[in-house]
């Protein structure tokens, strides 16, 4: 079975400059999941897709990133504009249901840096 | 504020050693609760999992933890480290529909 597929796996940037990150989810897998990793931390939900719906999406800054997942399938996460603090490793998890009772499986990650 | 607290930033051994990480949260209610491991150059992955029932789970490399609701505690345990243990390891509890992560214990098994 195919894991998580994140791309690109590094990006370096500078602020201000807009990113853009892909994820392509186990197949069959309804709920795919964006964290945000900063060095030190453990990872931190930005967003939660059931399907192509969104179910929470509280602790993503709107500001500045957005993400989308159109045909229930892939997501993208995109940041505009980048700041300093945004530097992190970016993962991607998707699970077969929901986060309740589920295990959530991890992709590589995408390491972002921003100078 | 609810949150997943780790005891140990960095925990060093020696192989055949007995590892225990803690790991705390404050949600109240009905948790399910998680040990993820990271091995260097590799993703994510789960350790062991509890959702209900015995209390102590298993989970895979011999690895096993306890769940003490008294306590809001999850606790890792290994009898005997390897070197192949060497590791980032995340506690994670899922409350409210949403999975929240402890800052990690870098665990380094000298041989």
């Known amino acids: 079975e195919a894991g998580v597929a994140q791309s690109p796996r590094y990006k370096i940037i500078e602020k201000r400059q807009s990113v853009a990150f892909w994820c392509n989810p186990i197949s069959g897998h309804a709920t795919l999941y964006w964290y945000q990793q900063i060095l030190g931390q453990g990872p931190k939900l930005l967003i939660q897709?059931?399907?192509?719906?969104?179910?929470?999406d509280s602790q993503l800054p709107k500001d500045r990133f957005s993400a989308e997942r159109l045909k229930g399938v892939d997501s993208t996460l995109k940041i505009q504009p980048a700041k300093l603090e945004d530097s992190a490793v970016y993962l991607c998890?998707?699970?077969?249901?929901?986060?309740?009772?589920?295990?959530?499986?991890f992709g590589p990650g995408t390491r972002l840096t921003v100078l | 504020a609810q949150s997943v607290s780790q005891h140990n930033h960095h925990v060093i051994l020696s192989e055949a050693a007995s590892l225990e990480l803690g790991c705390n949260y404050s949600y109240g209610g009905t948790v399910n609760l998680f040990w993820y491991v990271q091995y260097p150059g590799q993703h994510l992955q789960l350790l062991l999992k509890y959702f209900s029932g015995d209390p102590l789970v298993k989970g895979i490399k011999g690895f096993e933890a306890e769940f003490i609701k008294s306590k809001f505690s999850f606790n890792l345990r290994k009898p005997s480290v390897q070197w192949s243990d060497t590791a980032e390891y995340f506690c994670a509890v899922n409350a409210y529909y949403k999975l929240s992560f402890g800052a990690g214990t870098t665990v380094t098994v000298r041989a």
């Open positions: 998890a998707s699970s077969s249901e929901g986060p309740s009772t589920d295990t959530q499986y």
């Open positions: 897709f059931q399907n192509n719906g969104v179910v929470d």
